[in-house]
């Protein structure tokens, strides 16, 4: 049993939000902007959750395979990546202890997940390994120095939401690990959370990208 299934059945919910849904489109257009995979490639997605990044890639004709240690969480990517229409290969398994060889896939990308990962290190290494030679690792992540991670780490959130299990990074920590093959790096989400509705639009997020602290932070590393 896996702490995000009792998430299951009400994650999607927020994304179905006009917030939500802002978050998730700035998030992914900053994934797309940094790497924008081939139709035809590889690609795992690391805690892959109700499939929302899945989806997202198999719409590019990727060919995705999608891990994630909460059956809950993949039941429900499996129903949406049916009636979708899409193929996609889910398996159970842990971001530390992966059930592919080594070199498998041309890209990993791992969204939403590491703020759940104890040991940065060692996923980050599990991951690596079954990326192949000059393929791509991305991991996304909600940025701990940011309006967003202090929220999240308020003690109402610790104590209600599933945030009681995260465990925040900054760029600075995300970067220091294998600077050497990190090749690219970006922010989102620029408007504080307790932002008025209207402003979780583009022009604001445009807007404040040069002033503001970003909540969500990906990196780019190269094989
Ligand atoms: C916030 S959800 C993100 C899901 C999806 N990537 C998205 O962007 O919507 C985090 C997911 O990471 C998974 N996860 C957390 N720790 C994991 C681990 N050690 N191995 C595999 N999956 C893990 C959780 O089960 C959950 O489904």
Redesign the pocket.
């Known amino acids: 049993m896996?702490f995000?299934d009792i998430e299951a059945e009400s994650y999607d919910a927020w994304y179905e939000t006009p917030m939500g849904g802002f978050v998730d489109e700035t998030e992914t257009a900053l994934a797309f902007r940094l790497f924008n995979p081939v139709p035809g490639s590889e690609l795992l997605?690391?805690?892959?959750?109700?499939g929302?990044?899945s989806l997202k890639l198999a719409e590019k004709g990727v060919r995705v395979t999608g891990?994630?240690?909460?059956e809950e969480?993949m039941s429900i990517a499996k129903r949406k990546t049916a009636e979708a229409g899409f193929c996609i290969d889910y398996r159970y398994?842990?971001?530390?202890e992966l059930p592919f060889g080594d070199e498998s896939f041309d890209a990993v990308f791992s969204?939403?997940?590491f703020e759940?990962?104890k040991e940065p290190e060692k996923a980050f290494d599990e991951l690596m390994r079954v990326v192949k030679k000059g393929g791509i690792l991305m991991i996304g992540t909600i940025n701990g120095d940011s309006p967003w991670g202090e929220l999240y780490s308020t003690k109402e959130f610790r104590e209600k939401t599933v945030f009681k299990h995260a465990d925040f990074k900054t760029m600075e920590q995300m970067g220091r690990i294998c600077p050497e093959k990190l090749v690219d790096k970006g922010a989102c989400l620029f408007m504080p959370p307790a932002s008025p509705g209207k402003d979780f639009c583009w022009e604001v997020e445009n807007s404040l990208s040069k002033k503001e602290r970003g909540g969500y932070i990906c990196l780019m590393w190269k094989k």
């Open positions: 896996s995000f997605d690391a805690g892959c959750g109700t929302n990044f891990i994630d240690i909460s969480m398994g842990d971001l530390y969204m939403a997940a759940f990962i």
